[in-house]
């Protein structure tokens, strides 16, 4: 027989999730340590990680990681990047961390083409303090900072990250995926791969956006919280590639 | 003919595989963890396993650590 | 400029730039901010000519972080900002202390409170020394005084920050970002740094390391927190640093930190010369403060008058040293014009004929 699946070297050995059951954090985290063992970059590779849900990355994945506070995580990035160069360097953030307080941080590491690649979890809420309103909350979703669903007299809108970070000039790659269905899942690693390999080619910043449950705070079983993800999210956040410049859809 | 193996430790008893495995070979078990959650269990009598390994792809938490085919 | 035993005019921000690049600072990150812009366009024109990296941060939040992810791999790099923006900062500076990060940060200060203005002020005594971050941590900090100094202490910021893994603060003022002097820049006097067991280089041929400040568990946290004023016990062991001038038979002392050190300097002379026995006494590490050193001027029962242009922040640090034993005065003006050395004297001859602790504030 032959193994088809095993636990990739990248992650810690004797790791265990600290995540709820049914997160769907445990699968990006497997497939960015997937694709550090296939393309070979585990070792020169330095993280920078965020605030949230995804702060324990190091517990997990066996890289070099540096913490940075809350929505900083492509600042330090771009400091890492800048004093080495040659480092394979990506932020693993949450849409709290990416596109609310770190929303400048993020979008002008994009528009300076930092050859940096980021990957943003949302789940439309804010999951490590207990499932408030957050910047991708959709409309009309209860939280427990917005009781009575999100509207526009007291909210405003949610943000599309993928399309916005597609629209800075030094963005090479930005992409919404989603981890809902096995082929969505293998769609997310193609994606993420993408985004490695922009920025190991120098071309510019790479992204991806993962629609990302949380049954938890959703009040929802793990089954229930991927139906939600094709039913409620998708519709407000098309799954798609939004910018590629190593494809048409560059420019 | 496929297999795959279940660290029941690392299981959280979410039940994604349960529902994932197109043959439906993966049973919550009688048995349960320091939670009190039953865990989930391989039945494979008849050898349907086709080692497709959806259920390990599916696991947020890695808890199905090996697929063999 | 770099590197050379000749006298150079030079102003005091420009100074700082090229000591920074002497130094070997691989990185500037920086956001403009009067009156320390000259230092960001300086290194604007040099980094990329000696192939180093410079970012015109969107933000002093997004600077100080970006020094904080390339201090993590082992080189030196730096931010500077003044006054309310370095405020913006402290965030950051609690995260590196924690994370024991050698981040260089130059702070030339400018008044406040709030948007305040450009002009030169020392309201930065508390920010820099007992920090706007959240928990216990400890910064160092050095407070030049002269041109000459402020090249000479930014080599001592980038090597103590790496010796110590401590962030450093080199508190300036406008007055000595914008003003020429002669100096000479000679060459960076500190050996070279070790930082081969802790920066972040990639996982190869070595477990992986993780730079955080999470603190999940409470009894390693206590732990990590009384590590860290350990190792600031050793800072002040070995690194206090001050200065002082004709205390031996002083009745009172002029105390003063950076650039208005020069005028208690003249003040001092000036009081010689009309009979009054004063002496000068200044710290330059901030913080680390020269406690010890005090607390024996006034064991020896000299007075302290601390000229300040702020309302007094350096001056309750001076009391605590003092611990009662003798008078501490306070001469001040929160912002704006430096004490000239005909208001200081003036404000001393009142002290001695007081015979007790005054406060002499000048509008």
């Not at chain 1, 079983?221 to 993800?229: C, D, F, G, L, T």
Request: aromatic share 10%; with cysteine.
């Amino acid at each position: 027989m032959q193994q088809v699946f095993s636990i990739p070297k990248s992650m810690k050995k004797d790791f265990r999730y600290t995540f709820c059951p049914g997160c769907d954090h445990g699968v990006a985290i497997r497939l960015v340590a997937e694709l550090l063992d296939e393309m070979n970059l585990r070792e020169k590779t330095i993280c920078s990680t965020s605030i949230g849900c995804s702060v324990f990355l190091y517990d997990f994945l066996d890289v070099d990681c540096v913490e940075a506070p809350h929505g900083r995580a492509c600042a330090s990035a771009t400091g890492v990047k800048r004093a080495t160069p040659d480092k394979f360097v990506f932020t693993y953030q949450g849409d709290g961390d990416f596109a609310s307080i770190g929303l400048a941080e993020s979008m002008h590491t994009a528009l300076r083409g930092e050859c940096v690649s980021a990957i943003c979890i949302n789940n439309t809420t804010y999951g490590m303090t207990g499932g408030q309103l957050g910047p991708t909350t959709v409309m009309g979703q209860i939280t427990t900072t917005s009781p009575y669903g999100r509207n526009r007299e007291y909210y405003g809108y949610p943000i599309r990250v993928a399309e916005q970070i597609a629209l800075c000039d030094g963005t090479a790659y930005s992409a919404r995926v989603a981890l809902d269905t096995i082929p969505h899942i293998n769609q997310a690693k193609q994606a993420l791969k993408k985004a490695f390999e922009v920025q190991l080619q120098g071309l510019g910043f790479g992204f991806v956006e993962i629609l990302s449950s949380c049954p938890t705070n959703w009040h929802m079983s793990p089954q229930e919280a991927h139906i939600r993800v094709k039913e409620e999210m998708m519709p407000v956040f098309p799954l798609g590639v939004y910018k590629d410049v190593t494809t048409e859809k560059g420019e | 003919m496929g297999k795959i193996v279940i660290d029941a430790n690392r299981c959280k008893s979410c039940y994604l595989c349960v529902s994932t495995c197109p043959k439906g070979l993966i049973k919550k078990s009688d048995k349960t963890n320091r939670l009190g959650d039953y865990l989930v269990e391989f039945d494979d009598k008849n050898n349907e396993c086709i080692g497709c390994a959806m259920c390990a792809k599916r696991c947020p938490d890695m808890a199905i650590t090996a697929v063999y085919k | 400029m770099a590197e050379s035993n000749e006298k150079v005019l030079i102003k005091g921000n420009y100074a700082i730039a090229q000591a920074a690049i002497n130094a070997g600072c691989q990185c500037y990150f920086g956001y403009p901010i009067t009156p320390q812009t000259e230092i960001g366009e300086y290194l604007s024109a040099e980094m990329p000519k000696l192939g180093r990296g410079y970012v015109c941060a969107e933000s002093e939040i997004a600077a100080i972080n970006m020094v904080v992810g390339a201090v993590s791999t082992g080189v030196r790099a730096m931010t500077t900002s003044s006054s309310l923006a370095v405020a913006l900062m402290q965030e950051a500076l609690s995260y590196a202390a924690s994370d024991e990060l050698p981040v260089v940060l130059v702070n030339v200060m400018r008044a406040g409170p709030g948007l305040g203005y450009i002009y030169p002020a020392q309201g930065d005594y508390n920010q820099s020394v007992y920090g706007g971050g959240n928990g216990d941590y400890k910064i160092i900090v050095l407070a030049p005084s002269t041109v000459q100094e402020c090249i000479d202490f930014t080599y001592r910021a980038f090597y103590l920050a790496q010796k110590y893994r401590n962030p450093v603060i080199l508190l300036a003022d406008g007055l000595l970002g914008q003003m020429m002097e002669p100096a000479c820049f000679g060459k960076d006097p500190y050996p070279e740094v070790d930082v081969s067991s802790w920066a972040l280089t990639g996982a190869k041929d070595r477990e992986s390391r993780a730079i955080y400040s999470i603190g999940t568990d409470e009894k390693k946290q206590v732990q990590h927190i009384y590590n860290l004023f350990k190792k600031f016990e050793v800072i002040a062991e070995n690194e206090t640093s001050y200065e002082e001038f004709e205390v031996e038979d002083a009745d009172i002392i002029l105390t003063a930190f950076g650039s208005i050190t020069r005028n208690i300097k003249a003040a001092m002379k000036v009081l010689r010369d009309k009979g009054v026995k004063a002496g000068c006494f200044r710290p330059v590490t901030l913080s680390p403060f020269p406690h010890k050193r005090i607390n024996e001027l006034a064991s020896m029962g000299k007075d302290f008058a601390v000229v300040e242009m702020n309302m007094g922040q350096m001056f309750k640090d001076v009391k605590y040293a003092v611990e009662g034993k003798s008078n501490v005065s306070l001469i001040n003006r929160p912002v704006g014009e430096w004490l000239s050395v005909e208001e200081i004297v003036s404000a001393v001859e009142k002290i001695m004929e007081s015979k007790y602790a005054a406060s002499i504030q000048y509008s």
